[in-house]
DNA sequence: CGGGCCCTTGAAGGCCCTCAACGGAGGTGG
DNA sequence: CCACCTCCGTTGAGGGCCTTCAAGGGCCCG
């Protein structure tokens, strides 16, 4: 019932078709992890599938040399571990105070074998997961620092779509979102600074913005920013268009 | 019986789980498409799956502003198209003389429906994708211009893998991998002719190099070469340990 | 109050991109 | 057969974007 209590993970999940493992999961005791600990190792054996019921859950990947692929973030609602083989392919941190809950791997094949509907369900989780990382390959490839921070703002809004539709949660630290977007935290920091004095994002509570003007957000998501003339003092020529 | 006179082919869908799909495609006729020519377009209804039968494809996205991002490369047994829902999420071009089968969706999702062993391949395929797609967000994220190159020159290496152990063949253009690694084409060539210049590479036949010291290309895909000097005549250094 | 973590801001430098020119390979037509 | 064109690959010069290095402030907690 807990996870039916959040009526944006409620839809996150119909859009995802990962509905029909929700009841799968309700049988399942609920863990917590605090934050910063680990839910999962990558390189360990791949024997569970877990739904995050409350937090925020980082997924990484490391390089032999430290350095840090941080592939996605998870919150309420979402699946991870089905698109493992043996071991699991990255590792699963708590960011903050985590609930989750966990399920055997073998269980699930053996409902997998029974049930068609969820095949489908785990059919629809897999695209969605190859679809997200090939627009993130695209951002890696060919975004520039300002394109990047805009589209990920754009994806966590959506995310928190619901609440009043302008406000942004960034419940994660700047190295998290650096390692997630290929930048460094100081030019993370700075593109956020410079959106802020161009008048499209105004600073809100702690790990929290207020998009002022949304669809400048989504322009500078997209497209080539040439055609900025980069002044700090353009700040309001934005204004005019607030939207909403 | 065409597809099974490529060993090398058949070992590859040993390893990736698609032998299975084989004999579903070996009832199609064989199509051809010229050098250049788009097998399937982005955006197009998702009706087909395919199977390469001979020759090489590229897989492309493109953005708004008409830039474009390579997913990845495709060759004989591979197959394409598991992973859309209703519509192809990216194009397929030929790069150069392409042989095809092509196959019904719904067919194939029938034959998924009756066939258990064939959902597994199935899964097997995406989640080779979907770790595919991870591989290449870390290369594109957190490596440089020549660990770029030759991680991508490892991958095709292990590709042709039974030839001579040594021969990279490079069916694309120059464009194309810049595409691909997220890079320009002169930053592509600069950094074939400095692998060439430190002993690594030496160039064969047209679109072909072949490896003369393979653990230096396997360190310099993976490792951090902060301690290299960058000096061209620097190339002796790795002769001593030349592999095989 | 001190220390650690997080974030921001500044200055300098490097890596790669952009722009440009050139040479070779392949195809076509005079 | 060769001139001509186009496509492809290479190489050079210059500049821009982002990284690296560094310093400082705010916040939290022991």
Redesign the pocket.
Known sequence: MQAASNIHSLERQLAHGTIGFAPLFMRQTIETAQSGTTIFFEGDAACHVFRIVRGNVRICRFLSDGRRLIIGFLGAGDLVGLSFRNRYMFAGEAIDEVSFSRMNKRTLEEELQLVPELRLQLLSQLRDEISAAQDHMLLLSHK???QRVCTFLLHRLERNEGRDGRTISLPM???DIADHL?????????T??KLVAKGILLPAEK?QFKVVNRSALARAADEDPDDDSEDADSGARYAGTRYQ
Chains 1, 2 share one sequence.
């Open positions: 520039n620092a300002e630290v700047r190295t290929g930048m460094t935290i100081e030019t993370v920091s700075r956020l600074t790990h």
